[in-house]
């Protein structure tokens, strides 16, 4: 069993900058694909950005050229660069992962963070 756990979610305002966190309790992270997703309050959960083991990144179009995601093998952890945020990036962060390979898609991955509050004041 792998676990997530997240952190660095807070209260900002729009076009500041926060880092989210995430370290896995796996003895084999450098194999895993790591992806951040998010919810807002009363929508369904959205593709943010995904690293894979080989460290190729993808991108939601909403959080392109503003959020940077990357990977620390040493630290078992992820990281979400968010610059520039926007009201509209508030919402619940999780990230997940998956053997080896990116995805969009939130029933490719098997473990979840409990998720970290980013809430985004205009």
């Known amino acids: 069993q792998v676990q997530l756990v997240e952190s660095g979610g807070g209260l900002v305002q729009a076009g500041d900058s926060l880092r989210l966190s995430c370290t896995s309790s796996?003895?084999?992270?450098?194999?895993?694909?790591m992806a951040w997703f998010r919810q807002p309050s009363g929508k369904e959960q959205e593709f943010v950005a995904a690293?894979?083991?080989?460290?190729?990144?993808d991108y939601a179009d909403s959080v392109k050229g503003r959020f940077t995601i990357s990977r620390d093998n040493t630290k078992n952890t992820v990281y979400l660069q968010m610059n520039n945020l926007k009201p509209e990036d508030t919402a619940v962060y999780y990230c997940?992962?998956?053997?080896?390979?990116?995805?969009?898609?939130?029933?490719?991955?098997?473990?979840w963070g409990q998720g970290t509050q980013v809430t985004v004041s205009s």
């Open positions: 796996s003895r084999t992270f450098r194999n895993y694909a």
């Open positions: 690293i894979s083991w080989t460290a190729n990144t």
């Open positions: 997940a992962a998956r053997w080896i390979g990116n995805s969009r898609d939130p029933h490719e991955y098997d473990y």
